[in-house]
């Protein structure tokens, strides 16, 4: 018996930022797997071309991108140059960032403008673009990372960062308002502590994760991932401007 699940992301194709490692990286690659059509886009191009090769080698469509997300001045052209590999984009994954662990009393305004430009302004900017881009095409999926932090503060990462990725579920349900009459979802994934690059530069990949983490362990860019493909995915096709805790039960 054929069960929805099989090639259920056929036809569509995904501009994943960040793709280059972590969670952007499985997020690609499980949308992939699933059918779609991959654009992986990060500054970091040799990671992000390494990646594409080894989905094209396993029979997948997947392309890569040099972007910078808050190169604002060309992130229009970036966004066409996206969309003209396969014509389309039918699912957004914004995942590019960056954290800090600088104690309160010393972040400076460089570094707060650094943060909210990548972590908040460019998730806006990007996403305005490929709305655009959704609204003509009649409908899209727009996902966006979010974190833990937005929801309890930020302990282990820059208050600058919280305070950026509270933001972004805010623009996320600001873009699900806004796109809902056109057939464009917009929901964002709260991972909690996930061992990624990122994850290993936090203090708290130093603990013992049994110590404070209810499920026990540390969580993996896999398990985000399928929090992704379920936004990705027509499973969500009555959800919007929704949030979901990928955690380990660290925040409820
Ligand atoms: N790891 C965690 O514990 C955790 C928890 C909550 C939220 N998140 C969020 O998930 C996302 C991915 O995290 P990760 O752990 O995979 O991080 P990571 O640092 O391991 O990977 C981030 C990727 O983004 C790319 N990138 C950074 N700045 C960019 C820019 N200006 N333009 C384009 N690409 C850029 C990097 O090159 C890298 O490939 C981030 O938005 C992060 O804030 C992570």
Redesign the pocket.
């Known amino acids: 018996m054929k069960n929805i699940f099989d090639n259920m992301l056929e036809g569509k194709v995904a501009l994943v ?9 499985q997020c690609a690659r499980r949308l992939a797997e699933c059918g779609a059509s991959v654009i992986l ?4 191009f040799p ?1 992000v071309e390494e990646v594409a090769a080894d989905l094209t080698a396993q029979g997948a469509q997947a392309r890569a991108l040099e ?4 190169d604002f001045e060309h992130l229009e052209e970036k966004v066409e140059e996206a969309k003209a590999f396969f014509g389309r984009i039918d699912i957004l994954v ?6 800090g662990s600088t104690p309160i009393t010393e972040i400076t305004q460089e570094s707060w403008d650094r943060m909210m430009n ?2 908040l302004k ?1 998730m806006f900017f990007l996403t305005q673009a490929v709305f655009k881009i959704m609204k003509e095409q009649g409908g899209g999926k727009l996902i966006h ?5 937005a929801l309890r503060g930020g302990r282990s990462s820059d208050a600058s ?1 919280a305070a950026a ?1 509270a933001g972004v579920l805010n623009l996320s349900k600001c873009f699900a308002l806004s796109g809902a009459p056109y057939g464009i979802y917009s929901n964002a994934v ?10 290993k530069s ?1 203090s708290w990949s130093q603990k013992d994760p049994k110590t404070y983490i209810p499920i026990g362990r540390y ?1 993996t ?1 896999e398990d ?1 991932s399928y929090a992704v493909l379920f936004y990705a995915s027509p499973m969500s096709d009555y959800v919007t401007g929704d949030a979901m805790n990928v955690n380990g039960g660290l925040y409820m």
Request: charged share 10%; proline share 4%; net charge negative.
């Open positions: 930022t960040g793709a280059g490692r972590g969670i952007g990286e886009a990060d500054l970091n990671s972007c910078n997300v808050a914004n995942v590019a960032g960056i954290t990548i972590d460019a990372l979010s974190s833990l932090a960062y990725k709260c991972p909690g502590n996930i061992l990624t690059p990122m994850g936090l969580g860019a985000v």
